[in-house]
């Protein structure tokens, strides 16, 4: 019986493979970095715009001319409002986005026409394309209570706000935050 030697590879060879092998890990140790790296991003993102800068997509016409059916805008939580900021909060397990009129004791009145009066200074409102009173249910004058603000949609002879009882002043721990810009679509009317 005669054996087979086997020939040892030539160090040409040996070079090749050794290069092969240090090519492997490399690439294994630049995938599994990009990935982890897209993992963190994505984490920080979504982190962001869960606790930070919430992105949401209206529904409805309550704030028409301001606002369309499917405009998707970026919030900012916090908890400081001012007569004039739109806010996003919710009633009824509905996202519902309203402007400040007033805040924590000031006095609401709207006349006949439409006009809105806070602390008896008419409020200039060049949003509003359709002023009305619309339904409102409240006794007028209004005093705004404590840690809370009164809404109405820009789109008044639609909106159920807090002219109407039924959703009223709206609580400063149910608002999700201030609409700061609209996302989509890139054109339209700016609001800020």
Known sequence: ?????????????????????????????????????????????VLIAVMLLPVYQLRGTNMAGTFQDGDI????????????????????????????IAVSGDWVDIDKMG???????????????????GECDIKLPYQVPDGKCFVMGDYRPVSIDSRNKSIGCVS???????????????????FF
Do not use: C, H
């Open 1 to 45: 019986m005669a054996r087979k030697i086997r020939e040892l590879p030539t160090l040409e060879q040996l070079e090749a493979e050794l290069k092969r092998e240090q090519y492997k890990n490399n690439y294994g140790k630049a995938l599994g970095s990009t990935v982890f790296t897209l993992l963190v991003v994505a984490a920080a993102a």
């Open 73 to 100: 805008v970026v919030a900012v939580k916090g908890s400081n409002y001012r007569t004039g900021d739109i806010i996003a909060f919710y009633y009824n397990n509905n996202l519902l986005v309203k402007r400040v």
């Open 115 to 133: 006009n809105v009066y806070v602390n008896e200074e008419r409020l200039d409102e060049s949003y509003v394309t359709e002023k009305t009173l």
């Open 172 to 190: 400063n721990e149910l608002v999700e935050g201030r609409i700061l810009f609209r996302v989509w679509p890139l054109s339209g009317k700016k």
